[in-house]
């Protein structure tokens, strides 16, 4: 079983619209949680990180839930630009470790 | 991102060629790490380091090799690379272990 498991998708939805990605991890004992981005042919990079109590960064909204260990993140008002491959990741038991999801493919059309 | 430089950015080589990529930081950063990422594979860890001379095998570890001797520069060795080893690899960064890695541009390998 993989440490961290995503929908791959794809997700195509219309601009405006509120976009929802979730994933589960193994790692009962995992502490710390990563939104990446990754647009096409580029590198990841780190969109968020996910905090315990949920936390917010303009139209991004993540979620931990760590009795179903399960990780969101939630895009309201959906633009052209946010198309990309969204990572899930999570910190692995061995350290220094972090354990990334396959991604979940994201098309915003106008 | 994070002062990483990958080298080189695209290479076309034949199977049974060594290959070596380089992963240059200017962060200080203590980890560092390879990863390999390929069509419906996702991101794959092939090797890694806490400190220099100190390293350890990711996931997909077999065919590769790596060393670090100095704080700043983190080898990836294909001592004989085989068409499998086609991918694009990346190189990144780390502070501590809960903290987000931050990633290089990226080597574009294709073995023929």
């Known amino acids: 079983r993989k440490e961290v498991e995503q929908d791959p998708g794809p997700f195509n939805v219309p601009e405006g619209a509120t976009v929802a990605f979730n994933c589960t991890y193994s790692?009962?004992?995992?502490?710390?949680f990563f939104w990446y981005r990754q647009d096409c042919r580029k590198e990841p990079k780190l969109l968020m990180s996910v905090y315990s109590s949920g936390n917010e960064d303009g139209r991004f909204t993540a979620q931990l839930n760590r009795a179903s260990q399960y990780i969101s993140l939630l895009i309201r008002d959906s633009k052209l630009s946010d198309s990309a491959t969204y990572l899930c990741?999570?910190?692995?038991?061995?350290?220094?470790?972090?354990?990334f999801g396959r991604g979940t493919q994201l098309t915003v059309w106008p | 991102d994070a002062g990483i430089t990958q080298s080189p950015r695209h290479k076309v080589t034949e199977t049974g060629t060594p290959v070596t990529l380089r992963c240059h930081q200017t962060?200080?950063?203590?980890?560092m790490y390879w990863y390999r990422q390929d069509p419906g594979h996702g991101l794959r860890l092939i090797h890694y380091s806490y400190g220099v001379k100190d390293t350890d095998k990711g996931e997909v570890s077999d065919g590769y090799s790596v060393s670090r001797s100095k704080t700043e520069d983190f080898l990836l060795t294909l001592e004989s690379a085989t068409s499998s080893q086609t991918s694009v690899y990346f190189c990144?960064?780390?502070?501590?272990?809960?903290?987000?890695?931050?990633f290089g541009d990226g080597t574009r390998l294709s073995i023929l």
């Open positions: 990144a960064t780390g502070t501590d272990s809960n903290q987000p890695q931050h």
């Open positions: 790692n009962s004992a995992s502490q710390s």
């Open positions: 990741v999570a910190k692995g038991s061995t350290l220094g470790r972090l354990y």
């Open positions: 962060e200080n950063h203590r980890y």
